[in-house]
């Protein structure tokens, strides 16, 4: 039975982005780094985009927008985003980059494996492996866990779990129909059917772009009609001539769920299984990286992963917001256009990045519906 420093079960965006920091930092070549996962990581199964104002992956940005449209059914607004990008990355690309460098480490290790289970043993960890059909077992010291548990989050009632679900097609036009540096970050145009539905568009060239058919919602939705309301928006465009190149599909968890109570001194939950994903958006990538290079700073100082977790002001933000769309899910349009009707794009971005000062979050939040925040606050403290 092999032993490790460190197993990472799961290989998503989170355990990559922590194992690309380690290597980065350079402080990690005496520690013996396992990952493991089913999915081989060499097909290019998402896209992930974020903003940004820096310049963080600009080499792998597959394309980036200055500026965006925000829309409803009653009005429509072009957010000069400044002094902020918004970038999209390919999982492939990503997965390359991180394989590329950890493959030139002795230290690190790969296993395509499906985990069977995990857990802590006194002072040391055991992971189970589906091996091609056999069981194989590893120690280590710490575990990393990103596999997500929905029973964690069903299993009860007093935070709210919705999703964050979608389909999304990328298109080749015939004609010319895009504009190429304007991204469609959410339009809220389309019929709400009694939930929190938007599209995106990220168009790639005039004639090329993802449209990404989003919902916020409890209950997930049949492919087909996904299918159709894209459909529909391609014809609302009109669009009459193009063709499929490709699809994705997805599902991110939605919660304010305090994962951390389920870390120990030796296992430490993260990406969606550990809360990273931004609960009130869903948006994952810059979240991840923040938390990538807080944990591997953490590791270089504390050895008891329990002390890793701090909640914040933000986490409470989020939590009021999916109160109120657990409640009353079709809200979601009318909370996010007054949002963004009027206020400053640079400084929206930058709250929902969780980077602002508390006068900043006011200047966000007063645009708000107010009642209806303040009805979630005194729901929430009586909860």
């Not at 999982?91 to 480490?105: A, C, M, P, Q, T």
């Not at 709400?192 to 209950?219: C, H, I, W």
């Not at 049949?222 to 894209?230: G, M, T």
Request: net charge neutral.
């Amino acid at each position: 039975m092999k032993h490790y420093h460190y197993i990472f079960t799961g290989a998503g965006l989170s355990a990559l982005m922590t194992v690309y920091e380690m290597v980065l930092s350079g402080k990690f070549k005496d520690k013996s780094i396992l990952l493991l996962d089913e999915n081989s990581k060499k097909t290019n199964d998402r896209t992930w985009c974020f903003w940004d104002d820096t310049e963080l992956f600009d080499d792998l940005a597959f394309t980036k927008w200055n500026a965006a449209w925000f829309k409803n059914e009653s009005f429509e607004r072009r957010l000069n985003l400044h002094p902020y990008h918004y970038k999209m990355i390919n999982g492939l690309d990503f997965y390359n980059r991180v394989f590329e460098l950890i493959s030139k480490e002795d230290n690190i290790t790969f296993l395509n494996q499906k985990v069977l289970d995990f857990q802590e043993l006194g002072h040391h960890c055991v992971v189970k492996t589906d091996s091609e059909g056999s069981e194989e077992s590893f120690t280590c010291n710490q575990i990393f866990n990103s596999i997500f548990n929905p029973k964690l989050v069903d299993s009860q009632s007093k935070y709210p779990f919705l999703h964050q679900h979608f389909i999304g097609w990328f298109i080749k036009t015939k004609e010319p129909v895009f504009t190429a540096d304007c991204a469609t970050f959410m339009d809220f145009s389309v019929e709400q059917r009694g939930n929190t539905r938007f599209m995106y568009v990220l168009p790639t060239s005039e004639t090329e772009a993802l449209l990404e058919y989003t919902l916020f919602s409890k209950d997930l939705l049949s492919k087909e009609e996904y299918e159709s309301e894209i459909q529909m928006y391609i014809e609302k465009l009109g669009i009459t001539a193009f063709e499929i190149v490709e699809k994705e599909q997805g599902n991110i968890p939605m919660t304010c769920y305090p994962f951390w109570k389920n870390n120990s001194k030796n296992i430490l939950n993260i990406g969606a299984a550990g809360g990273w994903t931004k609960a009130s958006t869903g948006y994952t990538f810059k979240n991840t990286v923040k938390k990538s290079k807080a944990l591997t700073a953490f590791l270089l100082k504390e050895n008891d992963l329990t002390k890793f977790h701090k909640i914040d002001k933000f986490w409470f933000y989020d939590l009021l917001l999916l109160d109120i769309l657990d409640q009353k899910n079709h809200l979601g349009s009318t909370i996010f256009s007054a949002m963004f009707r009027k206020g400053n794009p640079a400084v929206i971005f930058q709250f929902l990045d969780e980077e602002t000062s508390f006068t900043e979050d006011l200047q966000v939040i007063w645009r708000c519906p107010k009642r209806l925040f303040i009805k979630a606050l005194i729901r929430r403290i009586f909860r």
